[in-house]
């Protein structure tokens, strides 16, 4: 089975641009979370999606923000890009909105200019 | 709040030594304990897990972690590491299921250096 797969890998941005990242989840998973993960540090927590739903939001801006589809996949978009929101966004799949396991996409890499 | 230390930055070892990267954590209440992996350029590969249960969890690649509730640790282990361990490795704790949501809550990453 494929696991979660994220697009774009790379992106670059300028300032103050927008930018809209995807991911969609292992088949059958119907829960999806967004990560942030600045080089050098740990990933921090933006939001989990179930069932179409924002389930739980971190400590980020409203310039983030995100929706789930109908087949579970989601986009991750963030406005207004800063030089800060350069960093590796994680997204992680699980089958129900119940604490198990995370399963990791590879990431895709934001560069902000 | 709840947070999770790790407390080595960067943990250099030679080939075939044995290691142990630390990690505690903080909650007045139980918490799920996970490892993970992550090599350059890639995502996060869970290593192992601690949900309930024996306290000695065994995971992939030859890693083992111990839960121990009085001293809020679940430090990783390995016997004999192998150049290709060298990456960087990552504790995360998550609540039980409450307010609607789950999160991981990460530490900052031990950078496990493998020297021939």
Redesign the interface.
Same mark, same amino acid.
């Given at each position: 089975d494929a696991g979660?797969t994220q697009s774009p890998t790379h992106l670059i941005k300028t300032r103050g641009q927008h930018v809209t990242l995807r991911c969609s989840p292992i088949s059958g998973h119907k829960s999806v979370?967004w990560?942030q993960q600045v080089l050098? &540090?740990? *990933? &921090?927590?933006i939001f989990?999606y179930?069932e179409k739903e924002e389930? /739980?939001r /971190?400590n980020f801006p409203d310039r983030f923000s995100a929706r789930q589809f109908p087949n579970y996949s989601s986009e991750l978009n963030v406005n207004a890009l800063l030089l800060g929101d350069s960093a590796l966004y994680?997204c992680?799949s699980t089958q129900t @909105?119940? *604490?198990e396991?995370?399963?990791? @996409? *590879?990431?895709t890499?934001l560069l902000v200019l | 709040a709840q947070s999770?230390t790790q407390l080595d930055s960067q943990v250099p070892v030679f080939e075939e030594a044995p290691v142990e990267l630390r990690c505690n954590y903080s909650s007045s209440v139980s918490v799920?304990l996970?490892w993970?992996v992550q090599y350059p350029?890639?995502?996060?590969?869970?290593l192992l897990?601690y949900l309930s249960g024996s306290t000695l969890v065994k995971g992939i690649n030859g890693f083992e972690a111990e839960f121990n509730k009085s001293q809020t640790s679940f430090h990783l282990r390995k016997p004999s590491v192998h150049i290709s361990d060298t990456a960087e490795y990552?504790c $995360?704790a998550?609540?039980?299921?409450s307010?609607?949501?789950?999160?991981?809550?990460?530490? $900052?990453?031990t950078r496990l250096a493998v020297h021939p």
């Open positions: 979660v979370s990560y050098g &540090q740990g *990933p &921090q927590f989990q179930y389930r /739980g /971190g994680l992680a @909105g119940t *604490p396991t995370q399963y990791f @996409g *590879p990431g890499r | 999770v799920y996970f993970y350029n890639q995502g996060l590969q869970l897990k990552f $995360a998550q609540p039980p299921f307010g609607g949501y789950n999160k991981l809550i990460f530490g $900052a990453g």
